[in-house]
T-cell receptor, first 114, second 114 residues
Framework: DQQVKQNSPSLSVQEGRISILNCDYT??????FLWYKKYPAEGPTFLIS?????DKNEDGRFTVFLNKSAKHLSLHIVPSQPGDSAVYFC?????????????FGTGTRLTIIP | KAGVTQTPRYLIKTRGQQVTLSCSPI?????VSWYQQTPGQGLQFLFE???????NKGNFPGRFSGRQFSNSRSEMNVSTLELGDSALYLC?????????????FGPGTRLTVL
C-alpha cells in the first residue's frame, strides 16, 4: 500500500521556467511533509518541509504548497536551473517525538533542459 | 560539522552470505534510521533506533536486523542474502527540535548480491 505517491516518474523543464513536482498521500495522520533531492551515488538531501498547520512554505527558489483537503502537496522551483536536475522525493511523517518514520514516494526525475 | 558516514560504500556478496553495514550519525543526533532503495520502489523504511532501542520497524523479514551503540553509531545486518536484497541502503540521522523534523542522509552502501 503506497501511502505517498508521486505519479510522474519523470519531468522535463526548460531552464529558467517553473518546475512543478506533485505528490499525493492517503494517510490523514500525516502532519509533516518534506521534499528531498537526490543525485546519483549520493544520499537524499533535504530541501524544504511544511507542517500541516501551514499551506505554504518558501525558501529561496523553492516553495512547497500543501492542500490538506485534497491530500496533495507540490514543490515549485522558480527559476529552474541545470543543477536542479535530480530525482525528487516527497516524504511524510507524523511530527510527534517518538515517531520519526518517514514514508517516501517513489520519486520524480527532473531534467532541466538548457 | 561532519555529515552522516556509511561504510562500506560498495559491497558484493553471494546468495546465502550475511552482511553488516555501518552508519555514523551527525554528532549530537541520537536517532538513526535505515532505508532500502530499489529502482521503482523509492525508499522503504527498515527500522529506526534511538538511544540504543529500536522504536520503529518497517515491513521487512527478520533477516534484516540492526542495533545502535551508546555513541549512536548503528549497524544493520542482513543474513541469508537473497538476490532481491541488492539495493542501496541508506542511513539517516535526525534531531527533533520544536516540532520541526528532518533527516540527514549518508551516501549509502550499494549492496550487490550475486
Amino acid at each position: 500500500d503506497q501511502q505517498v505517491k508521486q505519479n510522474s516518474p519523470s519531468l522535463s523543464v526548460q531552464e529558467g521556467r517553473i518546475s512543478i513536482l506533485n505528490c499525493d498521500y492517503t494517510n490523514s495522520m500525516f502532519d509533516y511533509f518534506l521534499w528531498y533531492k537526490k543525485y546519483p551515488a549520493e544520499g537524499p538531501t533535504f530541501l524544504i518541509s511544511i507542517s500541516s498547520i501551514k499551506d505554504k512554505n518558501e525558501d529561496g527558489r523553492f516553495t512547497v504548497f500543501l492542500n490538506k483537503s485534497a491530500k496533495h502537496l507540490s514543490l515549485h522551483i522558480v527559476p529552474s536551473q541545470p543543477g536542479d536536475s535530480a530525482v525528487y522525493f516527497c516524504a511524510a511523517s507524523r511530527a510527534n517525538f517518538g515517531n520519526e518514520k518517514l514514508t517516501f514516494g517513489t520519486g520524480t526525475r527532473l531534467t532541466i533542459i538548457p | 560539522k561532519a555529515g552522516v558516514t556509511q561504510t562500506p560504500r560498495y559491497l558484493i556478496k553471494t546468495r546465502g552470505q550475511q552482511v553488516t553495514l555501518s552508519c555514523s550519525p551527525i554528532s549530537g543526533h541520537r536517532s538513526v534510521s535505515w532505508y532500502q532503495q530499489t529502482p521503482g520502489q523509492g525508499l522503504q523504511f527498515l527500522f529506526e533506533y534511538f538511544s540504543e532501542t529500536q522504536r520503529n520497524k518497517g515491513n521487512f523479514p527478520g533477516r534484516f536486523s540492526g542495533r545502535q551503540f551508546s555513541n549512536s553509531r548503528s549497524e544493520m545486518n542482513v543474513s541469508t542474502l537473497e538476490l532481491g536484497d541488492s539495493a542501496l541502503y541508506l542511513c539517516a540521522s535526525s534531531l527533533v527540535a520544536g516540532g520541526r523534523y528532518e533527516q540527514f542522509f549518508g551516501p549509502g552502501t550499494r549492496l550487490t548480491v550475486l
